[in-house]
């Protein structure tokens, strides 16, 4: 294997003992859309000992150009253990360096495309960028400053004038009387229509000043509308040539195009030019076996980048195709009563045995350590106690205040208890409530800087064309109805949710779903309307139809986060019930 990128495990781990680089911190996963099997691959100790020789052979000298690196372990059919490596996107501007691997098939197809299209967007980035700053723009400010600061100046004159006429007429018809008191009321009438006269020359004068500099300012950002669009045009027609152009081949032999990949769904320009999509692609051409893969870090930070740090799929170019290069593995599906990734890191609360439904409080615990439990919710109980006294029963209330021989052994009176996200009442699955408001501010970062990985599984009525993509529909809380939620493109907040067709039954689906933002109601919302799935939730009560006892049927099935004071990957699992 000389010719290929392929490099021999001494060069990484010369003389360390491999049963002791076994254990896994995170894993790789997702649904075959063909088959709807799950599959996972673990970033053990292993990798990240070998991402951490190939940071010391990268240096400081590739420090100045920030870049994912990422590593795969591999076995060759003979048995033989090695290594692939790789960059995402290119590297100090190429996109083949020897050693490392080569990128997807296809891009070269429509290299000229690319070029012809950067330069154009290029052209287009000048041109807006001229219109944004046109000298008619500040020059209309400073005119609209100057206007309201003299209609201020002019306003308060006339209302002294008319403070003064006021007090004028009292005095007149106390002192006056026919003709006298009629001529001097007349005369401050008269003062009065001189006052609105005024006031239209004043305006209709800076109507002629600023006119023309409203129709030009109005025109190019008209034409400003008119390249947004063009560019817009542009980078799809540009994307989608590059997802039909390049060809993912996984571990069961498949090869197809990223494009029939998407389905419905949006895919960001250089899908495919990650690091991971690049070792897979490649270990599948090769006939390698995959054993376990990390991604990294090297160069100036940006954002929660730093030099060194490992990171998991991305959520918008790598998570959406990762269950299709993964397909052919071994399947794996970890259950409820499997022990979390991490938890042999942590001291245990003594609250329950992980994984067992505890009487006292009807709720499997998942995962507990002295920062963080986490409960399998079933549906029907709020995450929350409600605001009336028959809404008490929920999570929060029964950790916090269980029945019997727990009630001594679970928290200290007046301990810090809070969910760090929420689940509807009648969503069930992986619910993390935090110990310390240390730990739930910083699981609330993750959270909302969108660094959690969650999936949920659902089942839908109606039949889904696509067998995966993306749902981008704006949502707002009408508070006429709510608790409901609603499509709304004025005043909605952004609402992302990737999905995966799992299995068909009937006028029933199975899907997966991929929420890259956590609105209240977004995955029903987005099953149920029109612009999404257009095939509401089964049995949900709000957007769709619901017999008497009928559950949801969705569910929070994994939830994966950053252990903040340990660092390690946490990966939660609660098996699907339905």
Request: proline share 6%.
């Amino acid at each position: 294997m000389s010719d290929l990128p392929f490099h021999l495990l001494d060069a990484f781990l010369d003389g360390v003992r491999l049963s002791a680089l076994e254990a896994a911190d995170y894993y790789y996963q997702g649904y075959c859309p063909r088959t709807g099997q799950h599959y996972q691959l673990p970033r053990t100790a292993m990798a990240r000992a070998i991402a951490q020789t190939l940071m010391a052979q990268l240096g400081d000298a590739h420090l100045s150009e920030g870049k994912m690196f990422g590593v795969l372990v591999v076995q060759s059919p003979e048995g033989q253990t090695g290594v692939l490596k790789a960059f995402s996107g290119l590297w100090q501007g190429q996109e083949r360096v020897p050693g490392w691997v080569p990128p997807i098939p296809g891009r070269s197809q429509v290299a000229l495309q690319e070029a012809r299209t950067l330069d154009a967007l290029g052209a287009i980035k000048d041109q807006l960028l001229v219109l944004q700053r046109l000298p008619e723009r500040e020059t209309y400010a400073r005119l609209q400053e100057e206007q309201a600061r003299d209609r201020t100046q002019l306003n308060q004159r006339h209302r002294d004038r008319k403070h003064c006429r006021d007090r004028q007429r009292q005095t007149l018809v106390c002192t006056l009387a026919g003709e006298s008191l009629t001529a001097a009321l007349a005369a401050l009438e008269q003062e009065s229509r001189g006052d609105k006269a005024e006031l239209r020359q004043f305006k209709q004068r800076w109507r002629d000043r600023i006119a023309p500099l409203e129709a030009t300012i109005q025109s190019a950002d008209a034409e400003i509308v008119i390249l947004r669009q063009r560019r817009r045009d542009l980078s799809r027609q540009l994307q989608a040539e590059m997802h039909a152009a390049c060809t993912l081949t996984n571990f069961a032999g498949e090869s197809l195009a990223i494009q029939n990949l998407v389905g419905q769904g949006n895919l960001p320009t250089g899908t495919g030019d990650c690091c991971a999509p690049k070792l897979l692609h490649a270990a599948a051409q090769l006939g390698l076996e995959p054993l376990a893969m990390a991604e990294f870090w090297w160069g100036p930070p940006q954002g929660d980048k730093q030099p060194g740090k490992f990171h998991g799929a991305c959520a918008d170019r790598c998570q959406p195709i990762m269950g299709f290069l993964l397909s052919g593995l071994s399947a794996q599906v970890l259950g409820s009563s499997d022990i979390p990734v991490g938890a042999q890191h942590a001291a245990p609360l003594q609250l329950a045995q992980t994984g067992d439904i505890q009487p006292e409080l009807g709720i499997s615990v998942l995962y507990q350590d002295p920062w963080i439990i986490a409960v399998d919710k079933p549906a029907g109980l709020l995450s929350v106690p409600g605001r009336y006294s028959d809404r008490q029963d929920s999570v929060l209330t029964r950790l916090r205040f269980p029945l019997g021989s727990l009630r001594e052994s679970a928290l200290p009176e007046g301990a810090f208890l809070q969910p760090v996200h929420r689940l509807d009442q009648d969503t069930s699955g992986v619910l993390v409530l935090a110990l310390d408001a240390e730990t739930h501010r910083l699981l609330g970062q993750q959270f909302e800087q969108r660094q959690v990985q969650k999936t949920y599984q659902a089942i839908v009525v109606g039949d889904i064309a696509a067998s995966a993509g993306i749902i981008d529909l704006p949502l707002w809380g009408d508070p006429t109805q709510r608790p409901r939620q609603q499509v709304n493109w004025q005043h909605g907040k952004p609402s992302q949710t990737k999905f995966e067709v799992l299995d068909r039954e009937g006028e029933l689906t199975r899907i997966a779903f991929y929420p890259l933002t956590g609105r209240t109601h977004q995955l029903r919302v987005h099953a149920a309307h029109s612009q999404g799935l257009n095939a509401p939730i089964w049995g949900d009560r709000l957007y769709g139809h619901s017999e008497p006892g009928q559950r949801l049927h969705l569910h929070a099935q994994t939830l994966q986060f950053t252990h903040p004071h340990s660092q390690n990957a946490i990966l939660l699992n609660s098996a699907v019930p339905f």
